[in-house]
């Protein structure tokens, strides 16, 4: 049952019906692994910072499983990653504090 056209491949039907459940999957380990339900404050503001904090955790744990394995990582590793995700999402360099150049404004 859908409101696609009927000449929409089976192959399409069943890639979206899957990534109906990752995406569920994905809010499950979310909220239960890394503790997006367990905000109890009552500002925006803050509801925001949990939210962006959960979400770099995600980020980092996704970007580790996809990494090469190794036995442990060092703090400095850490650092590095958080870093190059921070720089990612917010277009500003998080050592000199400088906006980054975009494929927008890049010249």
């Known amino acids: 049952m859908s409101n696609l056209p009927a000449t929409t491949p089976i ?56 990494g090469p394995p190794d036995a442990g990582l060092t703090l400095y590793q850490v650092l590095d990653t958080l870093h190059d995700l921070l720089r990612c999402w917010t277009g500003i360099c998080t050592t000199c504090g400088r906006t980054l150049p975009t494929s927008r404004n890049r010249t």
């Open 11 to 66: 192959a399409d039907l069943v890639r979206w019906a899957k990534m109906r459940w990752r995406i569920e999957h994905d809010y499950r380990e979310l909220k239960h692994g890394l503790g997006l339900d367990h905000f109890e404050g009552r500002t925006w503001r803050g509801w925001h910072h949990h939210v962006t904090l959960v979400t770099a955790a995600r980020a980092f744990l996704t970007l580790r499983r996809l």
